[in-house]
Nanobody
Framework: QVQLAESGGGLVQAGGSLRLSCAAS????????MGWFRQAPGMEREFVAT????????YYADSVKGRFTISRDNAKNTVYLQMNSLKPEDTAVYYC?????????????????WGQGTQVTVSL
């Protein structure tokens, strides 16, 4: 079983930065791709970023490319999402997820474990 706990969300002004962390328990972490997703009120959950088990491959949603960076520290069982140049449209609950395979993937169907989420609010 894998448990994921996100932290680092909060309220920030447009143009500001936040760094989300996701601490994972369980041996599966180092063999799993990890992903960040987000869900705004009234919207479906959407892909934000993913990273392969080794950290060698990353993919981003077009809406965050160039502003967000995903990384991981397998020794600490932690994945990060550095968010810069935040916009009001980035406001959402952000979830980290552990994939069921090593390769990075954008599909929610390929993630077996999900955290409880952390709120990110970007004001004008």
């Amino acid at each position: 079983q894998v448990q994921l706990a996100e932290s680092g969300g909060g309220l920030v002004q447009a143009g500001g930065s936040l760094r989300l962390s996701c601490a994972a328990s369980g041996r599966i972490f180092s063999r799993s791709a990890m992903g960040w997703f987000r869900q705004a009120p009234g919207m479906e959950r959407e892909f934000v970023a993913t990273i392969s088990w080794s950290g060698g491959n990353t993919y981003y949603a077009d809406s965050v490319k160039g502003r967000f960076t995903i990384s991981r520290d397998n020794a600490k069982n932690t994945v990060y999402l550095q968010m810069n140049s935040l916009k009001p449209e980035d406001t959402a609950v952000y979830y980290c997820a552990a994939g069921n395979r090593p390769a990075a993937t954008t599909s929610t169907q390929l993630y077996d474990y999900w955290g409880q989420g952390t709120q990110v609010t970007v004001s004008l």
